[in-house]
């Protein structure tokens, strides 16, 4: 591929045929770690769905999970030796059996190919992702994989279209 189609393909990306779950997307850095907070333009998720979603995450694109941490209103708890206990499943670890306020799960993202953490907040449209990643339309591609579960599928890191002006 010369440079000539890499320029080509940046500029004519590629989008699915739907709109885009992702309302908004704010971020921000501190030293080399990028924080993008997104959210959704869909409705907020519960707890089942988190812990259904982190599932998800760890078989398909997370891998080498290094830190998995439960939040409650007045404190947060690093569960990742249970979690491995747990033979690597979200379902089946035994404090996340309990509704909290928040789940994250720290890792290597295969398709990034970067450390990645992702913070789902219960009961919000919010999610937040760090990474080393400075490069925010890749990161949107990224984020809208995660949300449609769409890892190893034709859709997989496509842009979907922007959300029509009402």
Known sequence: MGLFDKFKKKNNEEYIDDVTFIRDIKHIQSGPWHQYDVLLAA???G???II???NYMATTDLEQISQVTV???DKSTD???SYIKSNGKFSETEELKNEAASLSVAGISKTLKAPMKI???NQTQVLRFFTIVDDETLIKKYIETVIRRTFGTNDAMKLAK???KQ
């Open 79 to 81: 569960i990742t030796e």
């Open 43 to 45: 409705q907020g998720y």
């Open 47 to 49: 707890w089942d769905y």
């Open 119 to 121: 913070v789902w907040f």
């Open 162 to 164: 922007p959300i029509p």
């Open 71 to 73: 939040s409650s209103a």
């Open 52 to 54: 259904d979603w982190a």
